[in-house]
């Protein structure tokens, strides 16, 4: 079972579509963070939240942290072919280890 | 540019065997991470290490074992490659054991 439940599991749209993608979880995290995997290569981290309600904008993607800090969002507008890619999040409890999501495959199609 | 480098791309290893993946990392960070990727499966830590000559399993230690002789160098080591071992695997090192994890490029392995 995993700790982070990461929905949809996979997303396909065409160029343009908005779409959103969920991390949640039944446990409280001190920070919770968002990578970017493209085909090939390793996880890069895009965002740390870090604050209950918090909101960080890059670019064309917004990320929310819940108020309980159980659950988090990634919204993407007007998606772009470079978006495509696997999304990860991953949770950190109390400075421990971080916690990976199994991820949201994303297939932005022109 | 930071860095964190993988030995192979790919790999193609008999079972039973007896495999080695080097990863190293530029960045003078403390901790490193052994994961295994798997589709569906996310990102399962195998085992890591916070100190040089350090060592904790993770979630799915079995059929593995580390080496951290240096504190740039992790190396991940199949004793008796099996077939479900065949996967990507990521090596990542992180300044502390919850801040941004930096990644290697991955090691395909396939276990024949």
């Known amino acids: 079972t995993q700790l982070l439940e990461q929905s949809p599991q996979f997303l396909s749209i065409q160029e343009g579509e908005n779409l959103t993608v969920y991390c949640n979880s039944s446990?409280?995290?001190?920070?919770l963070q968002w990578y970017r995997q493209e085909p090939g290569e390793g996880p890069v981290l895009l965002v740390t939240?870090?604050?209950?309600?918090e909101v960080k904008k890059l670019k064309r993607l917004t990320f929310q942290f819940g108020d309980a800090r159980k659950d988090s969002s990634l919204h993407i507008t007007a998606a772009q072919t470079g978006d495509t890619g696997l999304y990860l999040c991953?949770?950190?409890?109390?400075?421990?280890?971080?916690?990976f999501g199994a991820g949201t495959i994303l297939r932005v199609k022109s | 540019d930071v860095k964190v480098t993988q030995s192979s791309r790919y790999l193609v290893k008999r079972t039973g065997e007896k495999v080695f993946l080097e990863c190293v990392q530029d960045?003078?960070?403390?901790?490193m991470f052994w994961y295994r990727q798997d589709p569906g499966l996310g990102l399962r830590l195998i085992y890591f290490?916070?100190?040089?000559?350090?060592?904790e399993k993770g979630d799915i230690p079995e059929g593995y074992s580390v080496s951290r002789e240096k504190k740039e160098r992790f190396s991940l080591i199949l004793e008796s490659a099996s077939t479900n071992q065949t996967s990507m695997y990521l090596c990542?090192?992180?300044?502390?054991?919850?801040?941004?994890?930096?990644f290697g490029q991955g090691t395909r392995l396939t276990v024949v």
């Open positions: 990542a090192s992180s300044r502390t054991l919850s801040s941004e994890a930096f």
């Open positions: 446990s409280v995290f001190s920070s």
């Open positions: 939240v870090v604050t209950g309600g």
């Open positions: 991953a949770g950190e409890v109390n400075g421990n280890k971080l916690v």
């Open positions: 960045m003078d960070h403390e901790n």
């Open positions: 290490s916070y100190d040089v000559k350090m060592k």
